[in-house]
T-cell receptor, first 109, second 113 residues
Framework: GQNIDQPTEMTATEGAIVQINCTYQTSGFNGLFWYQQHAGEAPTFLSY??LDGLEEKGRFSSFLSRSKGYSYLLLKELQMKDSASYLCAVTDSNYQLIWGAGTKLIIKP | EADIYQTPRYLVIGTGKKITLECSQT?????MYWYQQDPGMELHLIHYSYGVNSTEKGDLSSESTVSRIRTEHFPLTLESARPSHTSQYLC????????????FGEGSRLTVL
């Protein structure tokens, strides 16, 4: 079956750096997304990786290794507003999105 | 700025009632989706459409139905609501771009008593 694994919850300190990992096993691969979802709100797009390597966008970076079925989202200079759930999603060979359950990130002062 | 709208945002109804959750987008996107999400849980795809008069069921078995008569409109209907339908329903759309990025509406939180 198709599966995406990410930690359920992580805690970090304001101003620090945190890395959220995602591993996937899907039938084919056509890209990996990271979305941010604040409590009670809809997900918003953060990043997209389809080739191996690091994509940087401001304080957020996303890395992909297709051979390892692995990605991470790196958040730098953490702010209190970064407290949210971070969802990893993979597009499979049929271009269907497979979603992880999300990682709840708690930022402490 | 994404232009996708859902109504109602919140709805509390009794068992057995028929309800329709509305979703409209002004981006001209062909692909539209309905997801169900319980608090702290993953998104489950219940219906999707790749264009007018095209609708498909998703991974999660659902007693709801959808229609796609116009590109911009993708309503979801529950003929007879039950307490098990209590959840958040998220509508999304995507265009023909390379990434297939989804744009989400703000969601409809349904409570069935």
């Amino acid at each position: 079956g198709q599966n995406i694994d990410q930690p359920t919850e992580m805690t970090a300190t304001e101003g620090a750096i945190v890395q959220i990992n995602c591993t996937y096993q899907t039938s084919g691969f056509n890209g990996l997304f990271w979305y941010q979802q604040h409590a009670g709100e809809a997900p918003t797009f953060l990043s997209y990786n389809v080739l191996d390597g690091l994509e940087e966008k401001g304080r957020f970076s996303s890395f992909l290794s297709r051979s390892k079925g692995y990605s991470y989202l790196l958040l730098k200079e953490l702010q209190m507003k970064d407290s949210a759930s971070y969802l990893c999603a993979v597009t499979d060979s049929n271009y269907q999105l497979i979603w992880g359950a999300g990682t709840k990130l708690i930022i402490k002062p | 700025e994404a232009d996708i709208y859902q109504t109602p945002r919140y709805l509390v109804i009794g068992t057995g009632k028929k309800i329709t959750l509305e979703c409209s987008q002004t981006m001209g996107h062909d692909k539209m989706y309905w997801y169900q999400q319980d608090p702290g849980m993953e998104l489950h795809l219940i219906h999707y459409s790749y264009g007018v008069n095209s609708t498909e069921k998703g991974d999660l078995s659902s007693e709801s139905t959808v229609s796609r008569i116009r590109t911009e409109h993708f309503p979801l209907t529950l003929e007879s609501a039950r307490p098990s339908h209590t959840s958040q329903y998220l509508c999304a759309s995507s265009g023909a771009g390379d990434t297939g990025e989804l744009f989400f509406g703000e969601g409809s939180r349904l409570t069935v008593l």
